[in-house]
């Protein structure tokens, strides 16, 4: 069994077009995450759940909405996509803060054409 | 804020070869550090953790060690595989805190 799996795993679309990412975890984890990998491979967080609740927002744009419909869930729309949403789009779980280490999905990488 | 620095890369070894990948940070109170292994294609695999200074996080061969006095957590590996090829990434997560912060990574080459 897949513990972080998101999908789909490519995802090709126009410019101006709105789209879904979707990750389920089947860890138990009470925290969920998204990350954004360019293409020089830098992570940078994006949002965090925490029992549905969201707790880190970083600064992105508001055409990215992040939605959370229950712990094991945690689903990115991304609106009116633009060329530099271009990337690989990684879910990730933990069971808390600090020490315990995240579990990440295989990623989904998004290209805008 | 807090931040993680890492050698560039790429790094070129021959199997069998030992390796070293320099990381350090900058961050307040007692964070917990990481390293993470990024095969070609795949999600971010935990390599190896330590919660506390001077423990050593150890997995697979490889090694580092929670130095406070110099803010660092090098990987080590005493002989390089061709297996071992992949990105590997230095990471912190600070006091009470669910962000992982991560270095930009080490891309390591190993050739038969």
């Known amino acids: 069994d897949t513990a972080v799996s998101q999908t789909p795993k490519y995802l090709v679309t126009q410019m101006g077009n709105d789209k879904s990412i979707k990750c389920e975890q089947n860890l138990g984890h009470d925290t969920m995450y998204w990350y954004k990998q360019d293409s020089k491979k830098f992570l940078k967080i994006m949002f965090s759940y925490n029992n549905k609740e969201l707790i880190i927002n970083e600064t992105v744009p508001n055409r990215f909405s992040p939605k959370s419909p229950d712990k094991a869930h945690l689903n990115l729309h991304i609106n009116s996509l633009e060329l530099g949403d271009s990337a690989v789009y990684f879910c990730a779980s933990s069971q808390g803060p600090n020490n315990y280490g995240y579990t990440f999905g295989s990623g989904t990488r998004l290209t805008v054409v | 804020g807090n931040s993680v620095t890492q050698m560039e890369g790429p790094v070129t070894l021959s199997e069998e070869a030992f390796l070293t990948i320099n990381c350090t940070y900058t961050?307040?109170?007692?964070?917990?550090l990481f390293w993470y292994v990024q095969y070609p294609g795949e999600g971010l695999q935990l390599l190896l953790k330590a919660t506390k200074a001077d423990d050593k996080g150890s997995n697979k061969g490889f090694e580092a060690t929670y130095r406070k006095e110099t803010t660092s957590f090098h990987l080590e590996k005493g002989s390089v595989q061709v297996s071992d090829s992949a990105v590997y990434f230095c990471?912190?997560?600070?006091?009470?805190?669910?962000?992982?912060?991560f270095g930009s990574g080490t891309r390591l080459l190993v050739r038969p």
């Open positions: 990471a912190l997560s600070g006091d009470s805190s669910y962000k992982l912060i």
């Open positions: 961050a307040t109170g007692y964070p917990s």
